[in-house]
């Protein structure tokens, strides 16, 4: 793998940019592979990278039914925080925020990684008490955020008004090293990696069935043929009740769509990410300019990426309150992505009733965040057969055994 860097970039200059080779390859599938990753989105690809970087092993296939980073990885609004309630969350969240921090330089690719903060707003008393003992849990968990006052919110974000009819602002909780990333980019990045330690990504190949022998994995049936496999992990997001399906077990989850979109570019006028869970809306600018905005999770399971009108009524009423400034701008473009939720709005990482099939689902809409400690937490379950510290507690069976990890406060928006 060629090093990106100032140098190659003034050399390709000379050269009429000749000498540019692929980021990544794009092989036929073996008849077998160590470990099959089914997901190429941005968590498949860092189970993918950690198996290789963490325990050495790259006789690894990744495989995705549409292209590359082509689901959920690349239809979020790439908001990256780890101010969560329970333990097991902020510790996993916290890992994913702090390998964040200088994750462009390891993959020797530009995320555009931004560590611009986040503030999450109490617009009312109940939000106030929650976000106070957020801070004083945070605090315990070694993450860096605080509670502040509507003055203070006024000083960090200039253009909300904090004296709103229906929803005042009486304060808020701040990560300053929260932020953003570009979204597509942490999936090139995992994905040149990952074939640089000479891992094969496979695109449009979708899995139509899960072999077993006695009880176990043994491959995987495709639409580009069968491929054997020792272990099998699947990162699927949104369709991770299907392929449950086809290895044999049901997952506590159900799939719905979230929704977002973009204004037209102006410009800069908001320099942190700003999220408002009375309301249901959040908001950051990204570096063209355009005012990035989302909302709640839809009401009714379904599996559709578009966009509805209501959920644009809906966000964008109550955001205007809060920031007037954007009132007259022009919406550019909306989308949907699928978002899998389990009932305590927390993730499994865990083993399956399948030997040696092992999952990662349920990030609802927490999943961009979480993306690389959810590959170091799944590789090292993968590679070792068990989970380590982070993935522990995410296990399946603790719905079963009523241990739930409930976030719904921190993620129930979706956020």
Excluded at 16 to 41: F, L, M
Excluded at 339 to 350: E, K, L, Q
């Amino acid at each position: 793998m060629r090093r990106y860097s100032a140098f190659a970039i003034a050399r390709e200059a000379l050269r009429h940019n000749s000498g540019w080779q692929r980021a990544w390859k794009s092989p036929e599938p073996k008849k077998s592979y160590k470990v099959i990753v089914i997901g190429a989105g941005g968590h498949g690809l860092a189970t993918a990278y950690y198996l290789g970087r963490n325990f050495g092993i790259t006789d690894v296939a990744v495989l995705d039914k549409g292209w590359l980073g082509g689901g959920n990885t690349g239809r979020n609004t790439t908001i990256i925080r780890s101010n969560y309630l329970q333990d097991p969350s902020a510790a996993i969240y916290e890992k994913a925020r702090s390998l964040y921090e200088d994750l462009g330089q390891r993959l020797n690719y530009n995320l555009m990684f931004s560590p611009r903060g986040v503030l999450m707003l109490a617009q009312t008393r109940h939000e106030v008490r929650g976000y106070l003992r957020t801070a004083h849990a945070n605090v315990l968990q070694g993450v860096a955020t605080e509670f502040v006052g509507p003055e203070r919110v006024k000083e960090i974000v200039p253009i909300i008004n904090i004296d709103g009819p229906r929803y005042p602002v009486l304060g808020g909780l701040w990560q300053p090293r929260g932020g953003t990333a570009r979204h597509d980019a942490v999936a090139w990045g995992y994905a040149r990696a990952c074939s640089a330690m000479g891992m094969d990504i496979i695109q449009k190949c979708e899995v139509t069935g899960i072999r077993r022998v006695a009880g176990t994995v043994v491959g995987v049936t495709t639409t580009r043929g069968d491929i054997d496999c020792y272990k099998l992990a699947i990162v699927v997001a949104g369709h991770s009740g299907h392929l449950a399906g086809m290895a044999g077990f049901r997952l506590p989850i159900e799939s719905v769509a979230l929704q977002a979109l973009v204004s037209e570019p102006i410009k800069p006028c908001i320099d942190c990410v700003v999220m408002a869970n009375t309301v249901h809306g959040y908001m950051s600018q990204s570096d063209k300019g355009e005012l990035v905005i989302g909302g709640g999770a839809d009401g009714c399971n379904n599996y559709t990426q578009r966009g509805s009108f209501h959920h644009i009524e809906e966000t964008v009423r109550a955001l205007i309150e809060t920031f007037p400034v954007i009132s007259r701008l022009k919406m550019m473009r909306q989308w949907g992505g699928i978002v899998d939720m389990t009932g305590d709005r927390s993730p499994i990482i865990s083993k399956t009733p399948l030997g040696n099939c092992y999952i990662n689902a349920g990030w609802g809409t927490g999943g961009f965040k979480s993306i690389p400690g959810s590959g170091w937490a799944m590789a090292e379950l993968v590679a070792n057969g068990e989970p380590g510290p982070l993935a522990a507690e995410f296990g399946l069976n603790r719905f079963r055994e009523g241990r739930f990890i409930d976030e719904s406060v921190a993620a129930g928006v979706a956020h």
